[in-house]
């Protein structure tokens, strides 16, 4: 049978699936090459080779491709000579080769100077801030949001200042975090703390409410009480769907992470894309922001594959 | 609508007389009295029972049925107490009820089995809620799935079970703390006919082997008088008592009974009182519609007769 790729609602064969997967990566990908690659498109800069008659170029030097032909007509006109170079890009668009150099290259470059961290250093600060803040915030959001999800009487008590709270940005933090807390690990972990846990409370109690009442009336004419509905119902029976939120949580808590980096005293990957903009190595940069990419994505479809075993239940409905 | 002469409902055979007389002389398991039920509304207070009086026996098989909105589901959630009556009390052996309790055990519609626990630790939820340790609960929950044949499934989860097989579970995870009544809301509407047919011959078996009362809701009429001893018409708006019908087929009950003339005379009653003739029907000519020919008379089709 011929493969079906349009048909309203229906899911694709797996190798159907796989192609496509393929394919949203390969397409932003041939995108850059082309840009990279094809000298015609875009490229709006020369490099120099031969500086020829115009005293201020330089070999290897880039000008904007307007005033390089500028000066190469006016250099013909008076009959000096004239100036040679081939289409380039800016220098903030390394092309795809140059990155993935760098990835390698990146991780065995000794820092410039010695206080300085090596890339995977300022990878793993970054994770345990993360993980920190998370763990944290998971820790009281959690219990707090199941608990408002439950009991009118919590939701009612909390969840409006939460509400409130959630849209005070976490960055506006930042300066009072470091008065509090000083200028290390603990405010980045206040504001990836104070990013997440007011998100994760309601997002945690909505889950919560989503639970089928039928299950719960069901379990009160099976005789449970208070404490066991919540142990042995509404806990196991959000555990899926709180998996899934939690997934979602830490790819926000990732966003946070770049702005807590920033405050007091610049650390982490953060620390290392910054440094290697200063210095003009883009291609540096290019690769640590895509290691960071890398790494969320194959955190996620751990935990999406470890979610699939721990909840054999789930099998058949879409996680 | 039948040619033929149907009997009247009210005749009894010596058999069914004599079994109904035996009935009521045993203790009285449910006994409802004055119960009303009104739910808030922004027009005022709607009610939905309206002074309730009715008494079922010990191990007796009572139907609710009555037209949409009668409030047949009010009736059973107050029963369970998942809904406070306004008004009213609901007895079990002489007993208040008090909310939610093991002692009435509850069939709903939509299975409303714990996704997340195999068959097996499903019928033992009850069992340990009501203070048995895991062993007693374990080997107890296999007897009840013995019991629905269902042994060869007690690990597998709900998800990988059919509607009639979810529904035994429910069943079995109802009866597993020995309840003194089960309260069944239309526990078969979701099923196919063949199945539900068979789901009837099942709940009849275990009804008949344990010691059990069941108050069971349905729409379908068959339904009904194939299981009920007596069923309870309700009326619709506000729900109250219209009839406690004493169904004169006699048991055990079989298939071949659906055609016999005290189920049908039984089922005339019925249709008389849930769908008495309205200004609907009238003005739609009986059962026709009003409708023009809008096929072309030389059309390649153009009769079906």
Known sequence: MQDQWLTVNQELTLRQRRLLTLGSFLLPLAIWCMLSYVPFIWHPMVEVEDKGSVSYFKESMLVEKELFYQELEKAQGEERAVPTGTPANPIYLPAPHEVIEALYSAFTTEPIRRNEQW???????????????????????VPLGILAGTFSAVSRLTEPFIEFFRYLPAPAFGALAVAILGIHEAPKIAIIFIGTFFQQVLVVANTTRKLDPALLEAAMTLGAKRISMLFRVVIPGIASDLYRDMRILLGWAWTYLIVAEMIGSSSGITWFITQQARYKNFDNVFAAILIIGVIGLTTDMILAQLGKRLFPWQRGTKV | MTHLELPSYLEQSEQVRSRFE??????VLLKVSGLCKEFPSNDGPVSALKDLNFKTYRREFVCVIGPSGCGKSTLIRTLAGLEKQTQGEVLIDGQAVNGPGPDRGMVFQGYTLFPWLTVKRNVMFGLEMTGRSKGEADAEARQWIDLVGLTKFENSYPHQLSGGMKQRVAIARALATQPRILLMDEPFGALDAQTRAKMQNYLLDIWKNIDITILFITHDLD??????????????HPGEVQELIEVPVPHPRHAGQLLSPEFLATKARLEELIHPPSEDNVRLNGDHLNMVRMVSIDDAVSEVY
């Open chain 1, 119 to 141: 890339l995977h250093e300022s990878l793993a600060d970054s994770i345990s801030v993360i993980l920190l803040g998370f763990l944290l915030s998971s820790l009281i959001g």
């Open chain 2, 22 to 27: 035996k009935l009521k002389a045993r203790p």
């Open chain 2, 223 to 236: 339904e009904a008088i194939y299981l009920a001893d007596r069923i309870l018409v309700l009326k619709a």
